[in-house]
Structure formats: structure tokens, C-alpha cells
């Protein structure tokens, strides 16, 4: 059979003028030829360069799918390694107990009304073992976020229930669950159901296209989380103003990281550029979205670099990286192709889709189809109603971050360090086998967290997007007193008991395998980075402190029984003391 070339210089042949020399013909058949030889190239090269159009968003929703399970997935294994400490059966603040108070407070039925004040599948379980409860809880929703992150696939029964299952644990968590980035994986994984079709799983479901809609739901929740974040540290902090505030930032930040250590040296213009920046990328490039996609793509570019920064500069939970996640909206099919390889199915199916559709050939909307499309507009329409007290808090000047106005927490407004600690303070737990708490030859010994700062010469952890509940709390008991914060004494009373549910919240405790400690005590600090270089640092020694006073006085398990009965918490058993 000939090849192409072959029969594009037959033809030629056929065309040649009958006067024609020998030199001609051989001249016309060589250009034949490199023709030929350039046309089949050419289709070649065609093939190898054929890319994604713009403005669709097939890749752009694994994208988000995988990235939305994995913060999930982060959130239900930090519940099920510390949820049973804090709010279980035997925890510091037990949810049977909040719900019994629940049910008490809305006329001591399980209804509508304890329903709406505290959305939870709780109560529908057993509470005699409520520990299980939450374990199952944690593990489901481990399993069904590994699912979704491993395949790249979901659809809007698997993403619901991951939404009410995180919901559940939030909604019981009181003090434990009180921080922004939970109403924003809530708000997050919401938008999230309507990305997916309704019982399909396939990465590319070929009838249900990704709505513009639900994209610009997303690019509207990095707009709000940026603009509030923001405005509160206008409206907050003078530092903020005056450009100081990072050159406390690193040091006092809730738990730092080793590059904290090194970040918190930095010369003073680079702290000056720092804040610069992030006043321009909270509240000036956040508006690109709505100036054309090459303007939206740089703003998605610019929020992903800004949280990584913050990702690499301290342990801030999961934060960070869920607000990766509404930025991944910016960036359509064509900007994301550089992360499926060229051969993938996703990829292959979208160019498909994609030729289909500039051909007229794609397939008519069916019944289905349809309907959906009422489900996105509906959800439009939900979004701007529920975000009109929204905007006007960011248009207030005693605007409030962190807050949600409606009990689903659907849309909600943000902030973060609206004001900046300028000295770091530590509550430090000490315990002592002496009978005597004032014999100045009593010998203190000091319990170490898993994360906060305690020992001197112990390195910064470094654990995003992992999340210690205990050691963040800890922060913010130490700039407050002991009257404010009362689960620092249910700690300190659990401690003289030895008791094992708390000590797993910590990483050393003194007396192990010793007896237990006769008297707790609190005391507080005042903590600083050691400068690098210096002899302390040579010592090996990373943080330097000074002792401000007590924080709490020296307690015993006697002492505390009435104080505990007056909270209505468990007295700790006292156990059988080693000689």
C-alpha cells in the first residue's frame, strides 16, 4: 500500500506539464516530497500539541473533589485520635452532657427544636456508648474522604454525608470545635455536594457538567475569606498599620514551627514587605476574580502561593490549606491540564467533551439535565440571600470574623489575627510528690505538651495540617486567667489522678510509673526565641523564659472536690499512692 508521501508525488506527477525537462521534473518531485514530508509532520506535531479550551471545568472539579477529601480526611482522623479525650464519655467537656443540657433547655424532647439548635445525627444513636458513637462517626468519614481523594470521584450522596457527619461532631464540640476553619470546611464541603452528579461516580460524568455556578460560589468564598480576613486587621491591630505586626507574628503565633525560629530573625524591611503584601493580597487582588479569567487565574496563582507561605511559616491547623481550596476554583481546564498526564482518561475524555461540543455534536440535555440546572440556579440564589449579612458585617466597623448567621453555617464570614499577641506567655503544668507545696525544698516537675512550647530545649513541632485541640486552647489560656478558662483546673485535676485519658493528650508526664503527684500547680512564663548563634542556641536551647508568677495555685484532689461538684464534673478517683 502506498504512503501518503507516495501518493502526494504521484499526483504531482499526473499534474506535470508535458514540456517539462528532466531537471524540472526532478526539482517539482523534490518539492513534493519536503511538502508532503511537512504536511504529514505537521499533522503530527497537530496531534502532540492539541490542548483543553478555556471556560470549562471537568479537571478543575477533581481537582477540588480530591482536595476537599483530603482536608476532610485530616479533620475526621484528628477526631478520632482526640475526640474521646475531649468530648467523650470520660473527656473534659462530655458531649452526652451538652446534649442532655440541649434537651433540657429546648423542653426535654428530642424534636425539631433540638434539632435546629444543635444539627447532629447524635441525636439518633445510642448514648450509652457514646465513645463508639464518635469513633464511628471519625472512621465513616475517614473512609468515605480516602475514597473520593484516592479515585478523584464522588457524587452528592457520598459529599452530603461527609458534610453531616463533620457537622455532627462540630455541632457537639463546644469549646474544642469553636474555630473559623470549622464553619469554613462546613461552608466548603457544602458547596462541594454540587459539584458532583447525584448517584454517578466517574471522574468525567458525561451529563453532568461542572456548573459555572457552583464554580463561582467557590470564587466567591476566597473573595470573602480574604476580604474579611483583611478588613478585621485594618480595623484591628495598629501593628497592622504601622507594619509591625510581623516582627511579632513568628514568635507568638498559637504554635510555631522550626522555619518560625528562623522567619522570626528576619530583618526588619523584609517584616515591612511582608505585611505589605499581605494587605495586598487580602485586600486588593481578591477583586482580580472579577476582571477576566487571565486576571482570575493570577489571583487563584497568588492566593495558593500566600497560604503555602503560611503552611511552611507555622502550624495553623488545617487552615491553610482549606483555603487553597475555593482559590483551585480560578483555574479552569486549560490552566489545570499541566496536572493529568496527557495520556489519562480524565484528560482524553474532557478533549473529547470538549471537540464534541465545537462540532455541535454534544448530546441534547435530557429531563435530568434540566433539573440540575435548576438546582444550580437555586443554589445561587441561596448563596446571595444568605450573604447579604455577610457583606454587611465586612462593610461594618465593628465588624466580627469567625461568625455564622444561620444554624447550617452555610455561608459565613471570616478573619484571622485581627490583633497580634506582641509577647508570647505559656501556662506551664508542674506536679510534685512533696506533702508540702510551700517546703521550698518540694521539687517541681514539669508535664510537656505535644506541641506547645514547654521545654527549652525541645525543637518547634511541625504538624500542618494536623491539629492538637488541647495545646491550640492552651494559647489562648495562657493571656487569659485561670476564673476565664476552668478547664485548665478540670486538667489539673485529672492529673493528680494520673488519669490516662488526659495524660494521652500529652507527650511526657513526670511521674510515670512513679506514684502520683500529691499537688498541680500552673505556673506562667513569659517565652522568647533564643537568638540564633548565641550561646543559648549553642546550648542547644530554642526558646528562653521568665517567670511571671502563678497562674493557678497549688492544688489537690481534696481541695478541688468542691469546686468540681459545683461544675458538675466527675471528682477523679483518688488512687492508691506508691511508697
Known amino acids: ?28 518531485d523534490s518539492i513534493g516530497r519536503k511538502d508532503a514530508v511537512n504536511t504529514i509532520e505537521g499533522t503530527k506535531k497537530g496531534k502532540k500539541l492539541q490542548s483543553l479550551q478555556t471556560g470549562t471545568f471537568w479537571l478543575t472539579r477533581i481537582v477540588l473533589l480530591r482536595f476537599v477529601a483530603f482536608i476532610y480526611f485530616v479533620a475526621f482522623s484528628v477526631a478520632y485520635n482526640q475526640n474521646k479525650q475531649l468530648i467523650g464519655e470520660n473527656g ?31 441525636w439518633f444513636l445510642d448514648w450509652s456508648n457514646m465513645d463508639a458513637n464518635l469513633d464511628g462517626i471519625a472512621l465513616v468519614g475517614m473512609s468515605l474522604s480516602g475514597f473520593v481523594l484516592v479515585m478523584g470521584m464522588a457524587n452528592m450522596v457520598i459529599m452530603v454525608s461527609l458534610w453531616v457527619l463533620y457537622h455532627s461532631l462540630v455541632n457537639v464540640g463546644q469549646l474544642w470545635y469553636s474555630f473559623g476553619w470549622e464553619s469554613q470546611l462546613l461552608e466548603t464541603g457544602f458547596l462541594a455536594i ?42 484591628g491591630d495598629q501593628c497592622w498599620r504601622d507594619l509591625t505586626c510581623m516582627d511579632y507574628h513568628y514568635e507568638t503565633q498559637p504554635v510555631p514551627n522550626p522555619v518560625s525560629y528562623y ?28 476582571l477576566g479569567r487571565r486576571m482570575c487565574i493570577v489571583n487563584g496563582a497568588l492566593q495558593v502561593l500566600f497560604q503555602i507561605v503560611l503552611i511552611v511559616s507555622g502550624n495553623l491547623s488545617f487552615l491553610n490549606w482549606l483555603t487553597i481550596v475555593p482559590s483551585l476554583a480560578c483555574f479552569d481546564d486549560a490552566s489545570l491540564s499541566f496536572l493529568f498526564r496527557s495520556g489519562s ?34 443554589l445561587g440564589i441561596l448563596i446571595g440571600c444568605l450573604s447579604v449579612p455577610v457583606l454587611m458585617n ?33 501556662v506551664i503544668f508542674q506536679g510534685t510528690l512533696s506533702e508540702d507545696p510551700k517546703d521550698p525544698k518540694a521539687v517541681w516537675e514539669e508535664y510537656q505538651f505535644l506541641c506547645k512550647p514547654g521545654d527549652l530545649y525541645r525543637r518547634p513541632c511541625l504538624i500542618s495540617p494536623y491539629h492538637y485541640r488541647l495545646d491550640w486552647l492552651m494559647w489562648f489560656a495562657a493571656f487569659q486567667t485561670y476564673e476565664q478558662s476552668e478547664w485548665v483546673i478540670h486538667i489539673a485535676g485529672r492529673l493528680l489522678a494520673n488519669d490516662s485519658t488526659v495524660l494521652s493528650l500529652l507527650d511526657h508526664n513526670p511521674f510515670q510509673d512513679r506514684g502520683i503527684p500529691r499537688w498541680v500547680r500552673g505556673e506562667h512564663f ?31 484532689l481534696a481541695a478541688l472536690k468542691g469546686y468540681f461538684q459545683s461544675r458538675d464534673w466527675p471528682h477523679p478517683h483518688i488512687p492508691t499512692r506508691k511508697n
Open 1 to 28: 500500500m502506498a504512503t501518503s508521501c507516495e501518493s502526494y508525488n504521484e499526483s504531482v506527477r499526473k499534474r506535470r506539464p508535458k514540456g517539462a525537462s528532466a531537471a524540472d521534473a526532478k526539482f517539482t
Open 92 to 122: 473534659l467537656m462530655p458531649c452526652k452532657s451538652y446534649l442532655k443540657s440541649v434537651k433540657r433547655y429546648v423542653g426535654g424532647k428530642i424534636g425539631m427544636a433540638a434539632l435546629a439548635y444543635t444539627p447532629s445525627i447524635l
Open 194 to 235: 454540587f459539584l458532583c452528579p447525584l448517584w454517578t461516580l466517574s471522574q468525567v460524568p458525561r451529563r453532568c457538567p461542572p456548573s459555572l455556578i457552583c464554580i463561582w460560589t467557590f470564587r466567591w468564598l476566597i473573595v470573602r475569606i480574604m476580604l474579611g480576613a483583611g478588613l478585621i486587621k485594618i480595623r
Open 263 to 290: 522567619m522570626h530573625r528576619s530583618p526588619w524591611w523584609f517584616h515591612r514587605f511582608e505585611t505589605m503584601s499581605n494587605h495586598f493580597i487580602e485586600l486588593v487582588v481578591p477583586f482580580f476574580t472579577f
Open 345 to 378: 482518561g480524565a484528560k482524553k475524555t474532557v478533549l473529547k467533551i470538549q471537540d464534541e461540543e465545537k462540532s455541535g455534536r454534544a448530546p441534547e440535555a435530557t429531563k435530568g439535565m434540566r433539573i440540575r440546572q435548576v438546582v444550580n440556579v437555586s
Open 394 to 426: 465586612l462593610l461594618s466597623p465593628r465588624q466580627v470574623m469567625n461568625t455564622s448567621f444561620d444554624p447550617l453555617r452555610i455561608v459565613n464570614t471570616y478573619g484571622a489575627f485581627g490583633s497580634i499577641t506582641k509577647e508570647r506567655t505559656e
Open 526 to 556: 513569659r517565652y522568647k526565641f533564643s537568638q540564633p548563634g548565641s550561646t543559648s542556641a549553642a546550648e542547644g536551647k530554642w526558646w528562653l523564659r521568665k517567670r511571671i508568677g502563678p497562674y493557678f495555685p497549688a492544688v489537690d
